[in-house]
């Protein structure tokens, strides 16, 4: 099993949920973050780089897939995520070690 954790743009939430809900891919959790990258949040970089950093708004992601379906899940999160702009976002891909579902007791697959 694979944990996702992408971290995207507020306005790609709702196309990244419905490219993975379309295809059978249930369960997520999302929390509003803040952050930034390699252009340290600037929207453009100035010469130099003395300036302030700023920790602009994103959403992260994470969502935990059997790992057959991991490449599609990337796939699919990339495409609903992208717009060709600075700050489009990152996903990481963590090994998970165990699923349990608290009602069920199920554990692993069974309880993705
Ligand atoms: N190395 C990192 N570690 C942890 N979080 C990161 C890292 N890089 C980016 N992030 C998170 O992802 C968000 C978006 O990053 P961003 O897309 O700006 O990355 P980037 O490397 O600067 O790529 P781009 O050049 O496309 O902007 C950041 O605001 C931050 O929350
Ligand atoms: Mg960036």
């Known amino acids: 099993m694979k944990m996702i954790v992408a971290v995207i743009k507020p306005s790609r939430l709702e196309f990244v949920r419905d490219a993975l809900l379309d295809e059978g891919i249930l369960g997520m959790t999302v929390s509003d973050v803040r952050g930034y990258g390699r252009q340290k949040g600037q929207v453009e970089q100035y010469r130099g780089s003395q300036m302030q950093i700023d920790f602009l708004p994103k959403i992260k992601l994470e969502v935990v897939v059997p790992s057959n379906l991991l490449e599609k ?37 069974a309880a993705i």
């Open 73 to 109: 899940a990337l796939k699919l999160i990339r495409d609903a995520a992208r717009t060709d702009h600075i700050g489009d976002g990152k996903i990481f891909v963590l090994d998970l070690e165990n699923v349990i579902r608290i009602r069920t007791g199920e554990e692993g697959h």
